[in-house]
């Protein structure tokens, strides 16, 4: 690559497979000899953000590790869609957990690894929000507090999903689910703001802290690269948009988790040991109703009549995300280019 300009276009998330760069500068996914962790033939619906999100996240886990990697999955989609027994789609040694106890069973496997003096060989917990958020959320403040050396994924798809769009802890404002329906004046979820896990996660003074989208293939597996390169807890936190219970169609999943992040609702950043130190700047902010109107779950707000309260509070987190974080002019820490 000596003198030659590389442009964004070349490197970005839709250039995966663009053969013309530099191997080191490819992404994971262009690797004829990728791993392919999370193989094809699974149950999941067409477009489940999280069957991309950890095909991304173990395929770049398995290149970071030189494939000595062991991975525990709390129970939920990710679980079911993909071991119906007696079938497999997971080519990693692979654990199915109870649903509440993925990171103390991740945190088991790593001390076993240790006594065993196989220090090489990884380990990674992954659950859905529920598994994490909520039900797992003791064990994972444990494995956090004893720095216990796992990677823990939590695949946010903003509620119990398995069990049929049930409302979890991460599930945000005015969202539409089973348990919060849309009846009278009750406006969908009306339980806080959602529960802010990777800034919980930061709380613990834990080595790494990041969050993610699967609109950014290449951050992704940057941050899981970067992950696995240190050692004690660590937290990754990826945005991944269902179809199912978001009520979007299934080819737009890459499209709604970039408005996630453009509209400021999703803040993409990374954390070590308690401090911010990257964060993704915004490059063109949309409007979050541009976000929430591809979405059935938020229809009430715009039928029949526009919801404009609503709308202008949920407008008032993104807000405060992008003040927070200094998406959009960010001056005080560095803004780490994942794509050279
Ligand atoms: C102790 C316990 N309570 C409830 C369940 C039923 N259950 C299985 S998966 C699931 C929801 C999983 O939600 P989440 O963790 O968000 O993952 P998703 O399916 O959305 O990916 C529930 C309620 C269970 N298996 N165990
Ligand atoms: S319900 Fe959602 S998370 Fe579950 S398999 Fe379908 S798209 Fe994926
Ligand atoms: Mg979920």
């Given at each position: 690559m000596n003198g030659q300009r590389t442009f964004f276009y070349q490197v970005g998330t839709f250039a995966v497979g663009n053969r013309l760069l530099d191997p080191a500068m490819r992404?994971?996914?262009?690797?004829?000899?990728?791993?392919?962790?999370?193989?094809?033939?699974?149950?999941?619906?067409?477009?489940c953000g999280e069957a991309l999100g950890a095909r991304y996240v173990l395929d770049a886990a398995m290149r970071a590790t030189g494939g000595k990697l062991v991975v525990v999955n709390a129970t939920g989609c990710l679980e079911v869609f993909s071991t119906p027994y007696p079938e497999t789609?997971?080519?990693?040694?692979w654990l199915h957990s109870l649903f509440g106890n993925a990171p103390a069973v991740a945190a088991g496997a790593a001390a076993t690894l240790r006594a065993q003096g196989r220090d090489d060989v990884r380990v990674i917990g992954q659950g859905g929000d529920g598994g994490t958020v909520d039900i797992g959320f003791g064990c994972l403040s444990g494995m956090f507090e004893r720095n216990d050396d796992v990677l823990f994924v939590c695949y946010d798809n903003e509620a119990y999903m398995n069990t049929g769009v049930q409302r979890s802890g991460a599930t945000p404002p005015a969202a539409r689910t089973a348990t919060t329906p849309v009846v009278g004046d009750r406006s969908g979820n009306r339980f806080g703001q959602g529960k802010d896990l990777p800034v919980i996660a930061m709380a613990h003074r834990i080595p790494y802290v990041a969050t993610a989208t699967v609109a950014d293939l290449r951050d992704l597996e940057a941050k899981v690269a970067h992950a696995m390169s240190l050692h004690g807890a660590r937290y990754l936190h990826v945005l991944v948009p269902c179809p199912l219970g978001w009520g979007t169609a299934s080819g737009d999943t890459v499209r709604v988790a970039r408005l996630a992040v453009e509209s400021g609702l999703f803040p993409v950043f990374e954390a070590e040991h308690g401090e911010v130190t990257a964060v993704r700047p915004i490059r063109r902010r949309v409007p979050v109703a541009d976000y929430l109107r591809l979405q059935t779950r938020y229809r009430h707000l715009f039928t029949?009549?526009?919801?404009d309260d609503v709308l202008d509070a949920i407008g008032a987190v993104a807000e405060d995300n992008i003040r927070r974080y200094g998406l959009?002019?960010?001056?005080?820490v560095e803004h780490r280019e994942v794509s050279p």
């Amino acid at each position: 690559m000596n003198g030659q300009r590389t442009f964004f276009y070349q490197v970005g998330t839709f250039a995966v497979g663009n053969r013309l760069l530099d191997p080191a500068m490819r992404a994971g996914q262009a690797d004829p000899d990728r791993a392919n962790a999370l193989t094809s033939g699974h149950r999941a619906c067409q477009g489940c953000g999280e069957a991309l999100g950890a095909r991304y996240v173990l395929d770049a886990a398995m290149r970071a590790t030189g494939g000595k990697l062991v991975v525990v999955n709390a129970t939920g989609c990710l679980e079911v869609f993909s071991t119906p027994y007696p079938e497999t789609s997971w080519r990693v040694p692979w654990l199915h957990s109870l649903f509440g106890n993925a990171p103390a069973v991740a945190a088991g496997a790593a001390a076993t690894l240790r006594a065993q003096g196989r220090d090489d060989v990884r380990v990674i917990g992954q659950g859905g929000d529920g598994g994490t958020v909520d039900i797992g959320f003791g064990c994972l403040s444990g494995m956090f507090e004893r720095n216990d050396d796992v990677l823990f994924v939590c695949y946010d798809n903003e509620a119990y999903m398995n069990t049929g769009v049930q409302r979890s802890g991460a599930t945000p404002p005015a969202a539409r689910t089973a348990t919060t329906p849309v009846v009278g004046d009750r406006s969908g979820n009306r339980f806080g703001q959602g529960k802010d896990l990777p800034v919980i996660a930061m709380a613990h003074r834990i080595p790494y802290v990041a969050t993610a989208t699967v609109a950014d293939l290449r951050d992704l597996e940057a941050k899981v690269a970067h992950a696995m390169s240190l050692h004690g807890a660590r937290y990754l936190h990826v945005l991944v948009p269902c179809p199912l219970g978001w009520g979007t169609a299934s080819g737009d999943t890459v499209r709604v988790a970039r408005l996630a992040v453009e509209s400021g609702l999703f803040p993409v950043f990374e954390a070590e040991h308690g401090e911010v130190t990257a964060v993704r700047p915004i490059r063109r902010r949309v409007p979050v109703a541009d976000y929430l109107r591809l979405q059935t779950r938020y229809r009430h707000l715009f039928t029949p009549t526009r919801c404009d309260d609503v709308l202008d509070a949920i407008g008032a987190v993104a807000e405060d995300n992008i003040r927070r974080y200094g998406l959009i002019e960010h001056r005080d820490v560095e803004h780490r280019e994942v794509s050279p």
